[in-house]
């Protein structure tokens, strides 16, 4: 009933939004910018955890409001409010899944609009470098992801150039979700004008050794034919290349992604790199995808996937999407293959609302055989949004 509530309130205020204000002066500029967000979930996953209870059926829940003030042309503030649950889930809630009534964004940009010259950033708010491999903001996860983060850049013909500090928001769902700031990356990158980026990052991390990463990416666009690639080194290395192909309506990738066994994966925004239903993350991994986008009508389009997963190093585990590592057998593995995975899924938006449905199918390979004996991966959702 409480979420019905809110979605009705959410209504009415869409209804208000789009009422005309008063007639102001030619000369005033626009001062303000009211955005929101209601999105239910229900997904089923089938065998995604080792316990007794491997199966996990829910609802997710999320609410979000926005306001974005412009005082003078020279100063944006914005701010967002959030509200996440997971009604129905069977076991304790992760705060991804549910962080109920917190500060989604809060920032303050001195200079919004300058391509050229200094801007500045300060606060709470979304972040991501590139096609967001290594440090991106999954909308996929119900709570979503911001960064705590202080941001100066110049900006001239070839580019931007970035001195950055962010620190992803940890979630505390039985409270206010405050900065921790000894988990950060700190450093600079270069933003060509022309689709190429360059950067040094220092990841600093609690109760582990801090990583340095030098990454380069570059993006080209030649007709139809879309082709990028990205690597970081830090000692160890990880990498992602990309290609596609637009044919009328569809549209064709192929994608190849690697992980060395202690890669520190950054603060990636992994959904659909190593496949649909969010298995493994990038460490001690490589991994080949066909991708084919089919457009339906205005509003839609249809995804069909297949994803075949590799160790990188066959004595070392593959890790989990929460970060654990799977079991190792007394000598390694005896085949590199992690798993395969066939998805298909369809999402139509319309003005204000969206409908989606998803079915992903993993076949185990020799590493998920171990770790879960007899069992076979399947995840299934659908879902509705409704936005102003």
Do not use: C
Not at 57 to 72: G, Y
Not at 116 to 131: P, V
Not at 261 to 290: K, M, T
């Amino acid at each position: 009933m409480y979420h019905l509530k809110l979605t009705a309130a959410l209504a009415i205020l869409y209804f208000l939004a789009q009422q005309k204000p008063p007639e102001a002066p030619v000369s005033a500029p626009r001062i303000w910018r009211f955005e929101g967000e209601s999105r239910y979930w229900f997904e089923s996953r089938h065998n995604y955890n080792f316990g007794r209870e491997p199966d996990l059926n829910t609802v997710l829940v999320r609410n979000r409001l926005l306001l974005e003030v412009r005082p003078t042309s020279r100063i944006k503030i914005v701010g967002q409010v959030q509200d996440t649950r997971a009604p129905h889930y069977q076991r304790p809630r992760p705060g991804s899944a549910q962080d109920p009534f917190d500060l989604h964004e809060a920032y303050v940009e001195i200079n919004p609009d300058a391509k050229e010259g200094w801007n500045i950033i300060a606060g709470r708010k979304r972040f991501f470098l590139g096609d967001q491999y290594f440090i991106g903001q999954p909308e996929w996860v119900n709570s979503g992801r911001t960064y705590d983060t202080l941001q100066v850049n110049y900006g001239w013909k070839p580019g931007k150039l970035r001195a950055v500090m962010i620190s992803q928001v940890s979630f505390k769902p039985g409270g206010f979700n405050v900065p921790v700031l000894r988990d950060r990356l700190t450093g600079a990158y270069f933003q060509g004008t022309k689709d190429y980026d360059v950067y040094y990052l220092r990841h600093s991390r609690i109760n582990l050794p801090s990583t340095n990463s030098v990454g380069a990416r570059i993006a080209r666009k030649r007709g139809p034919w879309r082709v990028s690639g990205e690597a970081v080194v830090q000692g160890a290395f990880g990498s992602v290349a990309s290609i596609s192909r637009k044919f009328g309506r569809l549209e064709l990738a192929a994608d190849y992604e690697f992980a060395s066994p202690d890669f520190d994966q950054l603060y990636p925004a992994a959904h659909d790199r190593l496949g649909h239903g969010d298995v493994l993350i990038f460490r001690n991994v490589h991994s080949l995808q066909g991708h084919g986008r089919i457009t339906l009508g205005k509003n839609g389009r249809l995804n069909l996937m297949y994803t075949s997963n590799f160790l990188a190093d066959r004595q070392k585990p593959a890790y989990w999407f929460g970060g654990s590592p799977l079991p190792v057998p007394r000598g390694g593995y005896t085949a590199s293959l992690i798993g395969q995975e066939a998805a298909i899924f369809n999402t139509h938006r319309w003005k204000f609302f969206a409908l989606g449905v998803g079915f992903a199918q993993w076949f185990n390979g020799e590493p998920l055989k171990f770790a879960l004996p007899g069992r076979s991966l399947r995840y299934a959702y659908v879902h509705t949004g409704f936005y102003f």
